[in-house]
């Protein structure tokens, strides 16, 4: 199957930052041509399928690399409350009661919302129905890491058994819809997981391959806590339990010093930052610059509706430029060419996935289509487009979505997933309650 699409502006993201006026030939769900200018009569001839971009700009889509899809129905039902208080009275006692088939609203409407603000790709950790959850992702044809999130404090028989649903969906789903799925290891946090479950979890990522992702230094009383109870930080304690052995992808790490990121670094350990959330929860604002200049990959997550509360990876970028330049007083710290590479190759990275990246001959056809013809867009030319992607840009502004050459939206219509009956069935869930 191959697909031309001509008469776009090509937002590369390569190291050059090029732009340029041209056209892709999509083939086998890759970029087999990244070109200038218009394309022949004889590759027009060619193409299965002729798409006249109309002046919109092509860039890659947006990674989300930290989100709990299956808690979407709690958007606004737990706002203006710190993260214990909330996870404790709101989370926990909530998602106890969900069904099978509540996960599954859950989880398809977070889809929506994420194809429809132009993620192409997601992580997701969440507990319950993580089968049902790779199904809906294989579904949607988006691209998905899932990861079974664990809390180990519990018997160890339960904690056995919860690491064995993790590598049973491993088994099941990893490589699954031509690549599109991956599985990881996810133990919730050093709070909630004891070192010797931790080290079980090691164990498992070295035994099958697999990598880790985990919430790190989200709080300053839980980093405290630790401290006390460890004399040690969360992070020198993962290290010592040998949790960067493996690939490792932390979330939040918004109160981590120096030290901290120095073994992150060192490890090659990644950050999924979630500005709006930590924004949100009163979690505080973590020092990306500071993570950047040490070598740390940086990427961004949104986490979930219940505590941000969208997913828009268009709001997320510039809440992750502007607060960086009011906390350190100082309007350089963030550039919008390289929050574009957070949200975009950065979490390729984070997430371990290869070819996944920027716009390029070679690369998997995973792209976004913008439409600049509207008012908060204007004036603009190839200078100012990385500035008005992070700091003008709306999530209705992208109008198609491609996943690995596949288009699963067009003209803002959902093609895989039926957004009408969604929406419905969410809020008929809510009304019904």
């Excluded at 970028?317 to 009011?326: E, P, S």
Aim: hydrophobic fraction near 40%; proline fraction near 3%.
């Amino acid at each position: 199957m191959k697909t031309v699409i001509h008469s776009v502006t090509i937002i590369t993201l390569n190291q050059n930052n090029d732009i340029f006026n041209g056209h892709v030939v999509v083939e086998d769900g890759k970029f087999k041509e990244v070109k200038k200018g218009a394309p022949d009569e004889k590759k027009l001839n060619q193409a299965d399928y002729k798409i006249n971009g109309q002046g919109k700009w092509l860039l890659p889509g947006f990674v989300n690399t930290h989100g709990h899809l299956g808690s979407s129905l709690l958007r606004g039902a737990g706002d203006d409350i710190p993260l214990m208080t909330w996870l404790k009275t709101v989370m926990w006692p909530n998602e106890q009661k969900f069904t099978q088939e509540d996960v599954k609203i859950a989880s398809s409407l977070a889809m929506v919302e994420m194809i429809k603000s132009g993620t192409t790709t997601f992580l997701d950790m969440y507990h319950l129905h993580m089968e049902q959850m790779a199904e809906l992702t294989i579904e949607s044809q988006m691209r998905g890491v899932l990861c079974r999130g664990m809390i180990g404090l519990c018997p160890e028989e339960e904690q056995r058994e919860k690491l064995n649903e993790s590598i049973f969906l491993h088994q099941s789903f990893h490589g699954e819809n031509d690549g599109k799925i991956s599985v990881a290891l996810a133990p919730h946090a050093p709070y909630t997981c004891p070192p010797s479950f931790l080290e079980k979890v090691v164990d498992a990522a070295v035994k099958h391959k697999m990598w880790i992702h985990t919430h790190v230094a989200e709080t300053a009383s839980e980093v405290k806590e630790h401290q006390e109870n460890y004399q040690m930080s969360q992070v020198k304690h993962l290290e010592n339990i040998g949790l960067f052995k493996v690939p490792c992808l932390i979330a939040h790490g918004v109160h981590l010093d120096e030290h901290d990121m120095n073994i992150l670094a060192e490890n090659n350990v990644s950050v999924s930052h979630n500005p709006m959330s930590n924004l949100k929860l009163g979690s505080g604002i973590a020092d990306i610059k500071k993570m950047i200049s040490l070598g740390i990959n940086v990427s961004i997550g949104t986490d979930s509706t219940a505590s941000n509360n969208n997913l828009s990876m268009v709001e997320e970028m510039r809440f992750a430029a502007l607060i960086q330049k009011g906390l350190h007083q100082d309007p350089t710290v963030t550039k919008s060419d390289e929050i574009l590479k957070m949200a975009t190759e950065n979490g390729s990275k984070s997430l371990q996935l290869k070819g996944v990246d920027i716009i390029k001959e070679g690369s998997y056809a995973d792209f976004i289509l913008i439409s600049p013809d509207i008012a908060h867009l204007t004036p603009w030319n190839n200078e100012r487009i990385h500035s008005h992607i992070v700091y003008s840009s709306e999530s209705h502004d992208i109008t198609d979505v491609f996943v690995q050459g596949k288009q699963i939206m067009k003209d803002r219509k959902l093609l895989y997933l039926d957004e009408e009956k969604i929406i419905f069935n969410a809020q008929n869930l809510l009304n019904h309650c």
